[in-house]
Every structure is written in structure tokens, then in C-alpha cells.
């Protein structure tokens, strides 16, 4: 199995700063593409920003500029920077990654247990 365990988060004003980290650990055989996804009150999750193994990049279009992810392949983690924070930020930040258990096995999605970010106006 593979846990995701989530770090960070928390209360801050806006135009602040919040970064995030979480690390896959397991019977993992490879770690593909990582991502956070979030989900505010009354609304669907969404996805924030996704990482390829080769370190390509995506973003919704909210948080470009503002926001960014990174990943140590070695470490299996991956993190993100979010900087210039809005109210509308706020949300339960999830983790995700697609991970394989072993060479012969499809990937799989897994999630966090997911991390409040609050920013108050």
C-alpha cells in the first residue's frame, strides 16, 4: 500500500504565504505524476497543480503566477509554494499521486488525508 502524508497548511492573512509538503511511502515501485487538488465548502475538488516524474508542470488557471510545485524524485515528495494567497484560496488541500507497486503493475491513484489552508481577508 502507499500512504500520502500531507504537512503544512494552516491560517494566514491575505497576500501571504503558505507552502505544503507531502511524502508517499510504501511498497512503492515508482512514483509517477504527483498533484494537490482542493476542495472549499459546497464546492467540487478541484485540481490546484500537477508534476510529471520528469518535472512537467500544470496549473489551474487561479492559482498561475501564484502558486508552484516541485518534487524530489529521491524523496518521493512533492511540494507547493503558495504565495500571494486570496480568501477564495481557502480549502482542504489534497495530495495525490499515481503510484505503482510494482514494474508490472498499472499505477494507481492515492490520496492525503487532506490539509486546511484558511486565508482570512
Known amino acids: 500500500q502507499v500512504q500520502l502524508v500531507e504537512s503544512g497548511g494552516g491560517l494566514v492573512q491575505a497576500g501571504g504565504s503558505l507552502s505544503l509538503s507531502c511524502a508517499a511511502s510504501g511498497s512503492i515501485f515508482s512514483v509517477n505524476a504527483m498533484g494537490w487538488y482542493r476542495q472549499a465548502p459546497g464546492k467540487q475538488r478541484e485540481l490546484v497543480a500537477s508534476?510529471?516524474?520528469?518535472?512537467?508542470?500544470n496549473y489551474a488557471d487561479s492559482v498561475k503566477g501564484r502558486f508552484s510545485i516541485s518534487r524530489d524524485n529521491a524523496k518521493n515528495t512533492v511540494y507547493l509554494q503558495m504565495n500571494s494567497l486570496k480568501p477564495e484560496d481557502t480549502a482542504v488541500y489534497y495530495c495525490?499521486?499515481?503510484?505503482?507497486?510494482?514494474?508490472?503493475?498499472?499505477?494507481?491513484?492515492?490520496w492525503g488525508q487532506g490539509t486546511q489552508v484558511t486565508v482570512s481577508s
Open positions: 495525490n499521486a499515481n503510484a505503482a507497486l510494482a514494474a508490472w503493475v498499472v499505477g494507481r491513484e492515492y
Open positions: 508534476i510529471t516524474k520528469g518535472g512537467s508542470t
